[in-house]
DNA sequence: CTTGACTCTGGACTATACTCTAAGGTTTAT
DNA sequence: ATAAACCTTAGAGTATAGTCCAGAGTCAAG
């Protein structure tokens, strides 16, 4: 059993962020000591780990929370469920891609227009273009 | 001279979006009524344009103002001035896309190495990637 | 026995972009 | 004249993911 110090370093996190996703009921130490600090075993160790882990691949931490829900209960569930969750977290992900090179396209046309000269911006496409 | 419903029915933002717009500094009404009514004048209404256009091709409000200050003094600004800030935007996107991108690839990777079947979960490999 | 390192709680603050509510005043149409 | 529609302000709430701080208690070492 570790303290909250020790964990945080070594999962490469904050104290604070450990406390907040208590809060949000990420996870929960395994017990306190009789001052009240946190104490956390091999299994609360892991679960930040889980977390850590899938916070580098893009969940969020609301799916995150769902994803420990899977882990926690993945006797009764199946390949096809932990599967589909994942693919529609990558359907999200496209959609963000979609929209994302949308926007650079949109500024690189922008871009295009404008000679990108000395003279005054009185008459800048960009500008132009923003106006109407 | 318009009022605020009509100036947001016009520009396709809620009343609430203009007076938060306002309190940010990105627009103020020209006039007052007696009894306190935000008055739009044309000029308003073309910098309400403005910032919705900007909005669309990606800029946040922070950038909008900046590029709101271009466009006021763009008398004493250059094309260069203001294709360079679009270009810096077009790098952040970028940015951002490559991490878009890698974290699909994060997730695809996951995603193919699940059989996805209906056998229970114990064995996920995603499960286990993300506990490792 | 005191100093420094560690921990606790609750709450405020950051950034982004709104959205909604309450309580009240104004304008317009019938 | 009165009801509907419109407007005002301040402030709270939403979602996301923390970070920071104050004031106080705890623990190990010299
Ligand atoms: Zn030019
Ligand atoms: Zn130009
Ligand atoms: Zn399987
Ligand atoms: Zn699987």
Redesign the pocket.
Known sequence: MI????LAHQSQ?????L??YEKHGLITPSAR??????LYAESDIKRVGFIVSA?KVGF???EIQQLLQLEVTKDIKSCQDVKEFVDHKIQLVNEQLTETRRIKKSLETLSEACCGGDEPATQCTILDTLNR
């Not at 000591?33 to 946190?38: P, V």
Request: net charge positive; no cysteine.
């Open positions: 303290r909250i110090g020790k996190v904050s104290r604070d962020t406390r907040f000591t009789d001052a009240g600090y946190r916070k969020t931490l609301n």
